[in-house]
């Protein structure tokens, strides 16, 4: 299954009930969906230990709050997310597109889980519990 990211800031149109009108999705004012579907088991939450399972839950409640305008717009290193090099990554799923752009967002101290986000969901590929997903700088 490939997966593809829409272009930026186009969002689905939607039909209005009884009216010919449409109406463009803004995903940037959309709170944030999880999805753990395409999780690398190598990277999977299920090897973290129990306070970074807890962190996670407590993290994706916090973000779940917020739109992704404030996580964009938030401090990397706290709440905000983080553009990762797709070639700084060890394989990215070939099941993703070559114009996904990678993103972090922490989910235990500084600890990145790592994805991309489409429309208004979050797949998240990688829990890099180790620092060792990619070079930290």
């Given at each position: 299954m490939k997966l593809h990211k829409p272009p930026p800031n186009k969002g689905k149109k939607l039909s209005l009930s009884g009216s010919s009108?449409?109406?463009?999705?803004d995903y940037s004012r959309e709170k944030p969906i999880f999805c753990l579907r395409y999780v690398d088991p190598s990277y999977c939450i299920t090897l973290c230990n129990k306070d970074d399972?807890?962190?996670?839950?407590?993290?994706?409640?916090?973000?779940s709050t917020m739109t992704w305008n404030q996580i964009i717009n938030a401090d990397r290193r706290g709440f905000g997310r983080e553009?990762?090099?797709?070639?700084?990554?060890?394989?990215?799923?070939?099941?993703?597109?070559?114009?996904?752009?990678?993103?972090?967002?922490?989910?235990?101290?500084?600890?990145?889980?790592v994805g991309y986000q489409q429309?208004?969901?979050f797949h998240i590929l990688w829990f890099d519990r180790d620092y060792n997903l990619y070079e930290h700088g």
């Open positions: 009108e449409t109406v463009k999705v399972k807890a962190a996670f839950a407590e993290r994706i409640r916090k973000l553009k990762i090099a797709r070639d700084s990554l060890p394989n990215p799923p070939s099941s993703v597109s070559e114009d996904v752009t990678f993103i972090a967002l922490r989910f235990s101290g500084m600890k990145p889980m429309n208004e969901i």
